[in-house]
C-alpha cells in the first residue's frame, strides 16, 4: 500500500462548480497535512496546511479525518485558473527521520 | 526577496554521464530537501541537509550523493545515469529544525533528460 494515495483523476468541471478530492494515508501516527498545488512543468507551491479542527481559506476548505485516515480539498465556485494538479502531502518516516511524503496528484481541469 | 533558485534549469546527458546539480536556499533557511519528481508521479524523496549534517535519505541507489555547504546551499550529484534518472529535480529550503515535516517551499527545479 502506497504511504499516500490520491485519486489521479482528472477532474474536469465547469467553472463555478464545487469539488471535492480526497486522499489517504497509511501512517497512523502522521502529525503534519499539507496540499499543495502543482502547476503543468512548475514547482509545487504550498496551497494550505490541514489543521485537526478543519481550515478554510477563501473558496478552499481542508479536512482531516484522524480515525479514517484521509484529508480532503474542497474547491467552491471554481475558477479556470484552479486547473492545475493538486498534491497531497503527509509526514512520515525516511530513514529514521521525519519527512514529507508527497501523493501522486490528482489533476483538475476547469473548463468554460 | 529571492526565493529557492537552482541551477541549471535544463539539461542533457547520456547514459553513463554524471551530473551536478545545484541549490540555493532562500536566505536564513538551514535545511535543504531534495526530490525527484518524475512525470506523471508526486515528488519523491532523495535527501534533506540540515546545518550540513544529513538528515535522511530516501530509497535512491548510492549513485545519488550531496552535501550542503556552509552557506546552506547544496549540491547533488548522480553518477552513472540511467534512462530512468529522467526527471525534474525539486530543491526545496525549510526554516529549519530536525523535524523534517516543515513547511517546504520549492525552487523551480532542474530538468533532467538522459539519453
Known amino acids: 500500500r502506497k504511504e499516500v494515495e490520491q485519486d489521479p483523476g482528472p477532474f474536469n468541471v465547469p467553472e463555478g462548480a464545487t469539488v471535492a478530492f480526497n486522499c489517504t494515508y497509511s501512517?497512523?501516527?502522521?502529525?503534519?497535512f499539507f496540499w499543495y498545488r502543482q502547476d503543468c512543468r512548475k514547482e509545487p507551491k504550498l496551497l494550505m496546511s490541514v489543521y485537526s479542527s478543519g481550515n478554510e481559506d477563501g473558496r478552499f476548505t481542508a479536512q482531516l479525518n484522524r480515525a479514517s485516515q484521509y484529508i480532503s480539498l474542497l474547491i467552491r465556485d471554481s475558477k479556470l485558473s484552479d486547473s492545475a494538479t493538486y498534491l497531497c502531502?503527509?509526514?512520515?518516516?525516511?530513514?529514521?527521520?521525519?519527512?514529507?511524503?508527497f501523493g501522486a496528484g490528482t489533476r483538475l481541469a476547469v473548463h468554460p | 526577496d529571492a526565493g529557492v533558485t537552482q541551477s541549471p534549469t535544463h539539461l542533457i546527458k547520456t547514459r553513463g554521464q554524471h551530473v551536478t546539480l545545484r541549490c540555493s536556499p532562500i536566505s536564513g533557511h538551514k535545511s535543504v530537501s531534495w526530490y525527484q519528481q518524475v512525470l506523471g508521479q508526486g515528488p519523491q524523496f532523495i535527501f534533506q541537509?540540515?546545518?550540513?549534517?544529513?538528515?535522511g535519505r530516501g530509497n535512491f541507489p548510492d549513485r545519488f550523493s550531496a552535501r550542503q555547504f556552509p552557506n546552506y546551499s547544496s549540491e547533488l550529484n548522480v553518477n552513472a545515469l540511467l534512462l530512468g534518472d529522467s526527471a525534474l529535480y525539486l530543491c526545496a529550503s525549510s526554516f529549519g529544525s530536525l523535524s523534517g515535516a516543515n513547511v517546504l517551499t520549492f525552487g523551480a527545479g532542474s530538468r533532467l533528460t538522459v539519453l
Open positions: 541537509y540540515y546545518e550540513k549534517e544529513e538528515r
Open positions: 502531502v503527509v509526514n512520515g518516516v525516511i530513514g529514521g527521520y521525519n519527512k514529507l511524503i
Open positions: 501512517n497512523s501516527a502522521s502529525q503534519s
